[in-house]
């Protein structure tokens, strides 16, 4: 079992930036890929980024490539997700998860255990 409590959400205006992290507990956390994903109102969970368990490969959904960056400290059983010149669009609750599967991928379903959620809103 693993569990994880993102932290970093909150209120930024359009162009701004955040840094959103997910602090993991339980089993190996250098084991498991980690993503990243979003839900905004009445829509359906997407992706936004991924990383393998040494941080080698990273994979980014392209809406966010060159805005955001994922990156790990297995050191601290933590990822992060730093989201750069930020839109309104952006709106969303992001969800970090693990995958047992240490090369991680973009399909919410191949995911294994999921934060709670935190909210990111983009004033214009």
């Known amino acids: 079992q693993v569990q994880l409590v993102e932290s970093g959400g909150g209120l930024v205006q359009a162009g701004g930036s955040l840094r959103l992290s997910c602090a993991a507990s339980?089993?190996?956390?250098?084991?498991?890929?980690m993503g990243w994903f979003r839900q905004a109102p009445g829509k359906e969970r997407e992706f936004v980024a991924a990383?393998?368990?040494?941080?080698?490969?990273?994979y980014y959904a392209d809406s966010v490539k060159g805005r955001f960056t994922i990156s790990r400290d297995n050191t601290k059983n933590t990822v992060y997700l730093q989201m750069n010149s930020l839109k309104p669009e952006n709106t969303a609750v992001y969800y970090c998860a693990a995958d047992q599967d240490p090369i991680a991928t973009r399909y919410p379903h191949n995911y294994d255990y999921w934060g709670q959620g935190t909210q990111v809103t983009v004033s214009s």
């Open positions: 990383i393998s368990w040494n941080g080698g490969r990273t």
């Open positions: 339980g089993r190996t956390f250098s084991n498991y890929g």
